[in-house]
């Protein structure tokens, strides 16, 4: 066999492995997060080795706000996914850009002292302390940097976190399609594009309110438009890059499934237009019929 198709083979083989399976460490257990094993992978605010130890991040406040502020905080990151989240513990996933090394980061939070312990771990230990310590600061500068610019966040949904397997069971195969895998329905196909009556669309994955008729428009591009949510708060926004083209992609706050792209060929008072997907949505009539 030729070396270079040996080296791409082994390539692919190495690099199908740098997930691992998720330990099974993972997780809280009377009151502490796991501890960082012996190899130098891992970093911890609970830690009792100098070596390993990082400090707790500190909020003021309610936990229920800090929780929210640092789900945010993680869900803005790079290659980083949720994975759990609960009152008081949250688990993400966090991806290398090139090799796809996943690391385990945790956090639990002590309302009584106001403190949220972190730990963050390599798999198969293939990341170093530096690593992780490096990710701890980046999440603790941004915390604290949000917790400055949104001291009050009781207006955000709470978070519902999913795995993709588990969302495939529970939604209609087209829903699916559109809200996690970021698909797009063909234009004066769906079913609200030319909905005239009277009430609000909620989101068809978890019910959140998202648009009211009152600021839907006729747009004429065959997509359900509106020129703004019924609560900022409600939905998120991120850089979308696909296809050749920099949008602004439109998704629901609570369970971050995909609802379409902003433009900003809207009409007053926004200038916005929420080009939306009929199958993300379903429509609830004023009347309640």
């Not at 911890?44 to 070596?51: H, L």
């Not at 941004?142 to 009050?152: R, T, V």
């Amino acid at each position: 066999m030729d070396i270079r198709w040996l080296a791409v083979i082994l390539g692919m083989l190495f690099l199908a492995q740098c997930g691992g399976k998720m330990p099974s460490t993972l997780g809280v257990s009377d009151g502490k997060l796991a501890p960082c094993p012996k190899s130098p992978n891992c970093v911890s605010s609970q830690s009792d080795d100098p070596a390993h130890r990082v400090e707790p991040l500190v909020f003021e406040g309610s936990a229920t706000d800090a929780r929210k502020i640092l789900v945010d905080v993680i869900d803005s990151m790079k290659r980083t996914r949720l994975v759990t989240v609960t009152d008081d513990y949250i688990h993400a996933e966090c991806t290398s850009r090139i090799f796809r090394f996943v690391d385990d980061v945790e956090f639990l939070i002590d309302e009584e002292k106001k403190l949220i312990h972190v730990r963050s771990a390599s798999r198969k230990g293939r990341s170093d302390m530096g690593v992780n310590r490096k990710r701890v600061e980046e999440i603790r500068i941004a915390f604290e940097e949000s917790l400055e610019k949104n001291p009050d966040v009781s207006g955000r949904p709470e978070k519902i976190i999913k795995s993709e397997e588990e969302w495939r069971e529970i939604l209609d195969p087209d829903v699916y399609h559109v809200t996690r895998e970021k698909g797009t329905e063909r234009p004066f196909t769906g079913e609200y594009w030319d909905n005239k009556e009277a009430g609000i669309y909620v989101c068809a994955v978890c019910g959140l309110p998202l648009f009211s008729s009152e600021t839907k428009f006729e747009s004429g591009t065959g997509w359900p438009s509106y020129w703004q949510p019924i609560d900022e708060n409600h939905i998120k926004e991120e850089r979308d890059t696909s296809f050749g083209m920099v949008r602004t992609e439109v998704l629901c706050y609570r369970c971050d499934s995909h609802l379409g792209h902003v433009f900003n060929d809207g009409p007053p008072p926004t200038g916005l237009r929420y080009c939306i997907n009929s199958l993300a949505l379903t429509f609830v009539p004023e009347d309640g019929e």
